[in-house]
């Protein structure tokens, strides 16, 4: 199976991304509402990120209901996660050291929680 090219997107695209991988399919409109109020923008810049994706060949039209057209995802989340986070590593030079320490500290990652993970990639190698 051919890889799929990597796609690097914005922030706010990730966002919108985010919605439509929960959604399955969806239109600008419904993309827009899921936004949080206060951080809502308008329907034109919404509009914008929908384009900009489709460029990207990260989203495609589906269908058409009345005057709203419906948008699918064409790419899966886990890749687009995995490269991200394999471009921050690359800062630290690919360790994940740093910042390990750094969610420890944080208390955003505990010691159970990489215990947790150590059995499942014990599990895994079974």
């Given at each position: ?50 384009s ?15 005057n ?47 215990k ?11």
């Open positions: 199976m051919a890889r799929q090219p990597v796609i690097h997107l914005s922030q706010f695209e990730l966002e919108i991304m985010e919605i439509l991988w929960k959604l399955g399919e969806a239109s600008v409109r419904e993309v827009q509402d899921a936004i949080q109020e206060r951080r809502r923008p308008a329907y034109t810049t919404v509009q914008t990120i929908f900009r994706l489709e460029e990207k060949n990260a989203i495609r039209r589906t269908r058409k209901i009345g709203a057209l419906l948008f699918e995802p064409l790419i899966a989340r886990e890749p687009v996660y995995r490269r991200i986070i394999d471009d921050f590593l690359g800062l630290f030079g690919g360790s994940a050291k740093p910042l390990v320490a750094r969610l420890l500290e944080t208390g955003q990652l505990t010691l159970e929680d990489l947790a993970l150590e059995e499942q990639e014990k599990g895994k190698r079974r």
